[in-house]
């Protein structure tokens, strides 16, 4: 969280102060927002998806809150970039969610992925935000880099996916 909030000269909400309201005071319209949390999927109902913050988890109801969706949104968690299909094919989950309230790009794992070899993919994703890169080719890019190190860090970097509309952040 250090690392990514400092290249975007931003203060990072961490520890006791990440909680569900911070958290979602910190997304109303935000141009980017990275989220980094322990993400659960909900076996019955993806209303349910959640990322687990300071005090509890921060669920699609939470997202749906928001008077303005952030531009773009990075979600470093556990499957929550998957979505589930329920009657009269509606997609739902946390980046369905996000696109439907006006968010235009969404970075997800679709996957596990594991925490420390997660760690540098997103700094290196950050960085060519930070950069000026449009979302889509930062991650592709970070994707490249990371694409012959360690076996775990290539598992962690092909977990994520681009989702939305491709945008360059201000």
Do not use: K
């Not at 349910?48 to 921060?58: N, Q």
């Amino acid at each position: 969280a250090r690392a990514v909030s400092a290249l975007h000269r931003v203060t990072a909400l961490a520890g006791r102060a990440a909680t569900v309201d911070a958290v979602t005071a910190g997304l109303d319209g935000a141009s980017l927002a990275h989220l980094s949390a322990h993400g659960r999927i909900h076996p019955n109902n993806p209303l349910f998806t959640s990322l687990t913050f300071a005090d509890g988890p921060l669920t699609v109801y939470d997202v749906e809150r928001l008077r303005e969706a952030p531009q773009v949104v990075v979600l470093a968690a556990c499957d929550v970039g998957r979505s589930a299909v329920r009657a009269g094919d509606e997609i739902m989950g946390l980046s369905a969610t996000f696109l439907a309230m006006g968010t235009r790009h969404v970075i997800a794992s679709v996957v596990p992925v594991p925490d420390a070899e997660t760690v540098p993919l997103m700094i290196a994703l950050h960085e060519r935000l930070a950069s000026g890169e449009t979302p889509m080719s930062a991650l592709a890019e970070a994707q490249q880099q990371l694409g012959h190190s360690h076996p775990a860090a290539m598992a962690a970097a092909a977990g994520f996916v681009s989702i939305g509309t491709d945008v360059n952040l201000p």
